[in-house]
């Protein structure tokens, strides 16, 4: 008994949507930029400042890494995608292009290497805006990624690096 293919046919093309359709939020999820909001309280140590920033940054899985930030209040002298844990310093990844005298951006062609991007997966990357007040960081916010609809997280501050 030969069974036909055209049901098997009609059942494929009936679920092709729903793949399509779970690929396409799996893609949106990971285009999904962060808002980050930089601050001086974010530092390690925290620093009292005016200043502040605000920006997204976008981390696809293939690694790419893109986006921007405008800051106000301080005269940067460079920003930095740097490794490291809430409340914790680490080295620069990615010098930011400054654009304008107050804003930067990440640039063409930036690429997380897989040790990095499992690093951001686990919340251990941050932007940070130094100057030549705070050489070391005027203002920092983590790379926190945010489930889709949920409000974006703007700076992560560990409590234990208050005094």
Known sequence: MKIPSKPTTITLSRAAPFALLLMASANLYAQQPMLISLNGEAEVPPVTT?????GNITVMPDRTVSGSIKVSGLVPTVAHIHEGAVGKNGPPIITLTQTAGDSFVVPAGAR?????YTGFTQGNLYVNVHSAEYPNGEIRAQLLRTEPGATPMR?????????
Do not use: F, I, N, W
């Open 50 to 54: 005016s200043a502040k920033g605000t």
């Open 112 to 116: 997380l290497t897989d040790a990095q």
């Open 155 to 163: 700076a992560a501050v560990d409590p234990d690096s208050r005094e």
